[in-house]
């Protein structure tokens, strides 16, 4: 059984699709981050040990599935927003600093 945790709900802008680049260079970013297989994080309360890379549902909506360390259970964790954005941040100030750099 696997169960889903996340805060909110989902609206159109978490459905949109982005592009197979977009999705590639957010996952290697949230990777970056400590969002990778065997990982332990923690949040909404609980400690996760990551058992897969994150998975782009949409635009704002990426989640990871996590074995929930004091229960044991699989489950598919979101990953928040504010993380969301960090990375995208991020992504974005390292193509600017790319393009200064090799202008």
């Given at each position: ?6 805060t909110g ?12 680049g977009e ?14 297989r065997e ?65």
């Open positions: 059984m696997v169960r889903t945790i996340s709900t989902l609206t159109a802008e978490h459905t949109g699709a982005p592009t197979t999705k590639l260079s957010l996952c290697e970013e949230l990777k970056r981050l400590g969002f990778i990982n332990q994080i923690m949040l909404y309360g609980h400690k996760f040990e990551v058992v897969n890379d994150p998975i782009v549902l949409g635009h704002n909506l990426v989640v990871v599935d996590a074995i929930e360390k004091n229960s044991g259970l699989l489950m598919r964790v979101r990953i928040p927003l504010t993380i969301l954005k960090i990375a995208k941040g991020n992504r974005r100030w390292d193509r600017s600093r790319a393009n200064t750099l090799s202008a």
